[in-house]
């Protein structure tokens, strides 16, 4: 029941479009923390914290990319993920 609340807080302020709350909702899809485990919307929830100039999402991206983790491993759109981020020298 607990994690079921948390799921619905994190997910309004998600969509009230808190990028943290953003990024969390990512992980939470990402991990099937609290919800059924989905890399397509993980990684939905990770742009949409990453359109609004969050860091971290960026670099959990550029990751996803790098390993292949629920995306098509992509070293060219992990290093550009990257270089958003702030990381040139990746």
Request: proline share 0%; charged share 30%; hydrophobic share 40%.
């Amino acid at each position: 029941e607990n994690e079921l609340l948390a799921f619905k807080h994190m997910k309004s302020a998600a969509e009230a479009g808190m990028g943290l709350a953003q990024h969390g909702l990512g992980f939470m899809y990402m991990q099937g923390e609290c919800v059924e485990q989905n890399a397509a919307k993980a990684l939905e929830w990770f742009s949409r914290a990453a359109e609004q100039g969050l860091q971290g999402a960026m670099t959990t991206i550029g990751m996803m990319y790098r390993e292949g983790n629920g995306v098509e491993r992509d070293e060219d759109k992990a290093r550009e993920w990257f270089r958003k981020a702030g990381f040139d020298d990746l």
